[in-house]
C-alpha cells in the first residue's frame, strides 16, 4: 500500500523523535514516503530501508493557498493513505482534494501543548489498532561507514559526541563549559572527542579546539550531514545540547547526556538511552522553550561526574 507520512517540523531532531512510529507504519504497510519541512532529513534516513523516499515541501505549508500545491504534491504521488502527524488543516483538505482513500490526522485545532512523545504514539496505536507502539527504534546506517571512521582512531579510546552546537543560544551550554570539561576529562583518562556543529557554529567550535590541551579531537562543523553521521554512530557516548546529534545517538543505542537549558523533557521522553542533565534549583517539569536557565548553572563537574557514571 503506498503510504505517506508528515511531519511538521523543520528542526532534524523532532523529525528524528518520530522515526519510532514511522517504522511502525511501515512494518506493516511497506516502506514509506516521508513530506517533511526538515532539508536534512533525507539525507540522515538514506540508509534506511523502512523509508522509500523522502519529500521536502519546505516552500508549501505557509499560506491556505497552499493547499492547492500540496494537492498536486500528493497527487502525483498517487498515495492511497497519509497519516498526519500535527493538527494540520493544510495537509488534511490537500489530502482530500488529492483523494487519498484514507487519512489519518491529529485532532485539528488542539495543537496547543502537544506533547511530541506521548501524542505521537497514541495516535499511531489508534491509528494502527495496536498496544504499546514503541517510541524508540533503531537508527539504520551502512556498517562499511562505521568501520572506515573506526580504522582512523586507536580502539582503546572512549569516543564522545561533543554536541556543542544547537538550532538557538539558549540551548547552549557554552564553549568555556565544553573545553574546561574536555581537559578535565582528558586528566583522567584516553578519550577522543567528535565536536558537534554545524556550519553556522564555526566560531563556537574554533573557540572549544583552540583550547584543548591535546589534539584528540576532530571538528565536524565544516561536513555534511552524511559525512557527520558515521561519526556520531561510531562514538561510545553524547554529551551536549539538545540537537539532532543526541536523537541519532540515542536511537544508536548509546547514553545520550543531554544538558537542557531551553528544552521541553518531551523532547528527550522517549529513549531509555536519555540522561537529562539541568540546575539544581529546577523542576525539569518546569523546564520548556522560553526557559533560558543560565548555563552555569549546570557546573563542569556535575556533568564530568554523570560521565563517570554512564560509561560503560
Known amino acids: 500500500m503506498k503510504t505517506c507520512i508528515y511531519l511538521s517540523y523543520k528542526g532534524l531532531g523532532a523529525n528524528l523523535l518520530h522515526l519510532a512510529y514511522c517504522h511502525e507504519i511501515a512494518k506493516k504497510y511497506g516502506p514509506v514516503t516521508i513530506l517533511t519541512l526538515c532539508k536534512n532529513l533525507e ?8 523509508i522509500k523516499k523522502v519529500v ?3 516552500k508549501f505549508h505557509k499560506r491556505f493557498i497552499d493547499i492547492l500545491k500540496l494537492k498536486d504534491v500528493l497527487k502525483n504521488f498517487n498515495f492511497e493513505q497519509i497519516y498526519i502527524f500535527y493538527p ?18 491529529y485532532p485539528l485545532f488542539k495543537s496547543k501543548n502537544l506533547h511530541l512523545v506521548n501524542a505521537a504514539k497514541e495516535f499511531t496505536e489508534k491509528s494502527l489498532k495496536i498496544k504499546n507502539c514503541p517510541t524508540e527504534t533503531k537508527f539504520f546506517i551502512n556498517k562499511v ?3 572506515n571512521i573506526n580504522k582512523k582512531f586507536e580502539t582503546n579510546k572512549f569516543k564522545i559526541i561533543i554536541g556543542a552546537g544547537s538550532s538557538g543560544p539558549t540551548t547552549k551550554w557554552g564553549s568555556k563549559n565544553f573545553y574546561e570539561l574536555i581537559n578535565k576529562l582528558n586528566n583522567t583518562d584516553d578519550y577522543f572527542f567528535f565536536i558537534l556543529c554545524g556550519p553556522s557554529d564555526k566560531d563556537l567550535s574554533d573557540d572549544i579546539t583552540n583550547n584543548i590541551d591535546k589534539k584528540n579531537f576532530i571538528p565536524l562543523y565544516d561536513k555534511k550531514i552524511e559525512d557527520v553521521i558515521p561519526y556520531l554512530c561510531s562514538a561510545n557516548m553524547y554529551v551536549g545540547n539538545d540537537s539532532f546529534g543526541s536523537h541519532i545517538a540515542a536511537q544508536s543505542g548509546l547514553k545520550s547526556l543531554v544538558i537542557l537549558l531551553d528544552s521541553p523533557k518531551a523532547y528527550t521522553d522517549y529513549s531509555k538511552n536519555y540522561k537529562r542533565i539541568f540546575p539544581e534549583n529546577i523542576e525539569i517539569e518546569n523546564i520548556t522553550h522560553g526557559s533560558n536557565l543560565d548555563p552555569n548553572d549546570v557546573t563542569v563537574k556535575k556533568v564530568y561526574e554523570e560521565i563517570l557514571k554512564n560509561r560503560s
Open 145 to 147: 561507514e562505521i568501520d
Open 56 to 58: 521536502l515541501i519546505d
Open 43 to 50: 539525507a540522515t534516513l538514506k540508509h534506511d530501508p523502512l
Open 88 to 105: 494540520s488543516l493544510r495537509i488534511y483538505l490537500a489530502s482530500v482534494l488529492s483523494n487519498i482513500k484514507k487519512i489519518y490526522c
